[in-house]
């Protein structure tokens, strides 16, 4: 049972660079999302989407574009990396956007934008 | 308003000593809450949940109950292992919002000592 896949696990970019963080999931689950995480910040919501074909954005969507063209994967585009989007990024899946099923996160991609 | 507060940390114990770590929440009705667990250099994992006043969601050895009265969902393990050092992470979905996007606490780092 892989849950949500990540990679790569860790990149290094230059600033101006363009690169796609892949997540995908097999647990045919309906709802997935974008965080990264920053020290003293704690787990902001980029992206998210409730199904294949929906995307919308979370709280802090800009420098990133996302699409969701089936169910199981929901890759994240930098456009143009900055030296701000130094972070670590988690995927989460979740059965649907409501309910009381649990998040599942993938084990991160840290990115490191010099 | 819809929040999660956590206990400040970090917090230091023997191996088989008692944790406790405090979770309050403010909501308007029920939702789920949870316990995320990040090991260093991982992602976050899903420790235990509960969906309804209560509830006591259990994994692992460690326990946590829905109390609607004081509005806390308390992590608890009655003897923690060197293995347990981790971060902690008390969340609930936003509610109000309609975007999936959980609420996390602040994150309690525990570092347990042979």
């Known amino acids: 049972n892989a849950g949500v896949t990540q990679t790569p696990k860790f990149q290094v970019l230059k600033t101006g660079q363009s690169m796609t963080l892949q997540c995908a999931q097999d647990m045919n689950h309906e709802y997935m999302s974008w965080y990264r995480q920053d020290p003293g910040m704690g787990l902001r919501l980029i992206h998210y989407s409730v199904g294949a074909g929906i995307t919308d954005q979370g709280e802090v969507p800009n420098g990133y574009n996302v699409s969701r063209s089936t169910t199981e994967d929901f890759p994240l585009r930098l456009l143009s990396a900055a030296p701000s989007q130094t972070s670590v990024y988690f995927c989460?899946?979740?059965?649907?956007?409501?309910?009381?099923?649990?998040?599942?996160f993938g084990s991160g991609t840290r990115l490191t934008v010099v | 308003g819809n929040s999660v507060t956590q206990m400040e940390g970090p917090v230091t114990l023997s191996e088989e000593a008692f944790l406790t770590i405090n979770c309050t929440y403010t909501?308007?009705?029920?939702?789920?809450l949870f316990w995320y667990v990040q090991y260093p250099g991982e992602g976050l994992q899903l420790l235990l949940k509960a969906t309804k006043a209560d509830d006591k969601g259990s994994n692992k050895g460690f326990e946590a109950t829905y109390r609607k009265e004081t509005t806390s969902f308390h992590l608890e393990k009655g003897s923690v292992q060197v293995s347990d050092s981790a971060v902690y992470f008390c969340a609930r979905p936003h509610g109000s919002s309609n975007t999936g996007k959980l609420i996390f606490g602040q994150g309690t780092t525990l570092q347990v000592k042979p």
């Open positions: 989460a899946s979740r059965p649907t956007l409501g309910g009381s099923g649990g998040y599942t």
């Open positions: 909501a308007t009705g029920y939702p789920s």
